[in-house]
């Protein structure tokens, strides 16, 4: 009989916390850890979703089938500290990881997943799963793989029940740096891979909440000094270094317990009148450190083609989006204008303040990966800081 018409045995499970068991095939690393399960419906880029640090306790599920195709190379990572292995803790795929074709793969994407400690599933019926997220919203839950396929399934059922999910844990402090950084690396060149150098003409300070290279890469390109700090540094600590501008990045976890710190250090430096950008939590930080608020999301927004309209410009872009949480548009008090808004179901992307150099986005304008439609956000930041410069100059 062919291997094709005989029965596979599981070497992997996804657990949800209601005690659902899917079954499939497991790659990566093996072992079992809890995450809430979303759907990112990217086509390209599965390396860069998988080291976003934003994913941080997430498990990610694939819409498109074919994932690994391309293999692994070492210039698509977007965490950090590649070792701390910050970024989706679990991956789901339709498709079996087929042999790497790509002039630039360095190696299989199974082998990549074990090395940063990945555990994946493959065989799984993807659109059902995603069917199953849209109507119930993201559950918690384990993924498993066993070469061997022995589960102890009860037991696991148990663990998926018992995790207590996103809300209301803290998960910057676990991915983002630990140590005052200077960063200069620049966009990438084909053919000769990513720039470094040049003359600094702004000094701008990056506050890590678990951010992703390519935005730094993005302010290098337009000239910056980035000095990255870490996410308890104070507004006194932050100021040392004399910044033209300041930066809130993206990260992970709920940005209510993340704000039990960052939210003091960002009033305070408002209140410094410094120019300040945040992206993706870092925009959720700002709305809770100007009186809004945020909620947890019911499926969240996972992707790189979701349209948002930037009524600054009235402009329609297509952007990467990675969020489970949101702020809450009736939320902001007066004297913040909210500047963008999803065009899927309306909520908040994006705010400014009516009376000092401070903005944010909720989406990842740097894309890595997407669409650059949002590029230019960043040099709205840095054309801010020119025009906040020429007052102080002038006063």
Known sequence: MTEGWTKRKATGL??????????????????????????????TGYQEILTDPSYARQIVTFTFPHIGNVGANDEDQEDMVPLNGAGAVGAIFRAEVSEPSNYRSSGHLDA???????????GIDTRALTALIREKGMPNAVIAHDPEGNFDIP???????????LVGLDLARDVATTETLVWDERPWV?????????????????????????????????????????????????????????????????????????VPTIQALIEKDVPVFGICLGHQLMALALGGKTEKMHQGHHGAN?????????????????????????SLPQGVEETHRSLFDGTNCGLRLSDRPVFS?????????????????FQRFFRMIDAHRAEAAAA
Request: proline share 7%.
């Open 14 to 43: 996804l657990v949800l916390a209601d005690g659902t068991v899917i079954e499939g095939f497991g790659l990566g690393a093996p072992g079992a850890i809890e995450g809430e399960v979303c759907f990112n419906t990217a086509l």
């Open 112 to 122: 990549w997943l074990k090395a940063r400690g990945v555990v994946a599933l493959s």
């Open 155 to 165: 037991a696991l059922q148990r663990r998926a029940a018992a995790w207590s999910g």
């Open 190 to 262: 084909w053919g000769s891979g990513y720039a470094k150098g040049g003359e600094p003409r702004y000094t701008i300070v990056a506050v890590d909440y678990g951010t992703k290279r390519n935005i730094l890469r993005l302010m290098a390109g337009e000239g910056a000094r980035v000095v990255l700090v870490p996410p308890t540094a104070t507004a006194d600590e932050i100021m040392a270094h004399q910044p033209d501008g300041v930066f809130l990045s993206n990260g992970p976890g709920d940005p209510a317990a993340t704000g039990e710190y960052a």
């Open 306 to 330: 979701h349209p948002v309209k930037d009524f600054t410009t009235g402009k329609v872009e297509i952007v990467s989006m990675n969020h489970g949480f949101a702020v809450s548009a009736g």
């Open 361 to 377: 986005v909720q989406h990842h304008p740097e894309a890595s990966p997407g669409p650059q439609d949002s590029h230019y956000l």
